[in-house]
């Protein structure tokens, strides 16, 4: 099972990095592959809530996600199951006082068929997607706007 992670450093406090990166309805606002999210439960969101997502990585990627880890100001993970698989996805938050460092990691924990005959070109494209990603939240967070 191979493990991605990638890391930025955001000037923000980490209560309003927790805020964004958790709030899985705005991860289409920072995630690459033209995302969209539509959350399948009722209510706010919490472990157990589920989503659907589309997204246009490797052709048509259409995933259902649940959360699994919900800790204020730390950590956010959910599980994905789609045509790669299952993989579990997180957020580790550490602040420093006015700054956080961010930290966006994945495991395919029971990769398909697909998901092992990708795996050279994930190797390749998910680091630099993670990369991508945290760049983008780290400008929506810190704009004057924000």
């Known amino acids: ?17 927790y805020a964004y ?3 899985f309805m705005k991860h289409s606002d920072w995630a690459g592959h033209g995302l969209s999210v539509v959350k399948d439960t009722d209510g706010p969101i919490e472990v157990g809530s589920t989503f659907s997502t ?12 649940t959360i699994t880890d919900m800790d ?4 956010f ?6 045509s790669l698989g299952t993989a579990h996805h997180w957020f580790a938050i550490a602040g420093h006082g006015g700054s956080t460092t961010l930290t966006k990691g994945a495991q395919f924990t029971d990769p398909s068929t697909l998901g092992k005959m990708m ?10 997607g ?10 929506t967070l810190e704009s004057p706007s924000a």
Do not use: C
């Not at 589309?54 to 996600?65: L, V």
């Not at 993670?130 to 400008?139: M, Q, V, W």
């Open 77 to 82: 993970a959910w599980d994905s199951k789609g």
């Open 21 to 23: 990166v958790s709030d």
């Open 72 to 75: 204020p100001g730390t950590k």
């Open 130 to 139: 993670f990369r991508s990603d945290l760049a983008n939240i780290k400008a």
């Open 119 to 128: 795996s050279w070109k994930l190797s390749r494209d998910v680091p630099k």
């Open 54 to 65: 589309t997204a246009s990585q490797f052709g048509t990627q259409k995933e259902h996600s």
């Open 1 to 17: 099972m191979k493990t991605y992670e990638e890391q930025i450093s955001i000037n923000v406090p980490a209560d309003k990095v």
